[in-house]
């Protein structure tokens, strides 16, 4: 028996390599895409990370001020302090005052000599 070869005919061939070409050139795209995104992903949990252990470091940190500084006495003396401040500038206030009367008063009085 002979060997029967059956030969399809291919439309527009030059076409179809065209679009195989295409896609292929979208894959490889979205490949460079897919790898930049888990560069990324990679760089964002490396920060995170870094993040985290810095917070961390800065928690012990503020631990060990606290027990250093100490606790009651900062809070009530930084309130005497500030009555005090306020106290001194409204006597000022009422001191001045009294000085503008008096000196309002002896300018009067040496208008009238004149």
Not at 26 to 44: F, G
């Amino acid at each position: 028996m002979k060997e029967e070869s059956n030969y399809i005919g291919i439309g527009n061939p030059v076409d179809i390599r065209r679009d195989i070409l295409e896609t292929s050139k979208y894959t490889l795209r979205n490949l460079q895409l897919y790898e930049d995104i888990e560069s990324l992903i990679t760089q964002k949990n490396e920060t995170i990370s870094k993040f985290e252990n810095e917070i961390l470091e800065l928690k012990k940190l503020i631990t060990k001020l606290k027990k250093i500084f100490p606790k009651n006495k900062i809070k009530s003396n930084l309130k005497k302090e500030h009555k005090k401040k306020i106290n001194i500038t409204n006597s000022k206030i009422i001191d001045t005052s009294e000085f503008e009367k008096e000196l309002n008063t002896l300018e009067n009085e040496i208008e009238s000599m004149k």
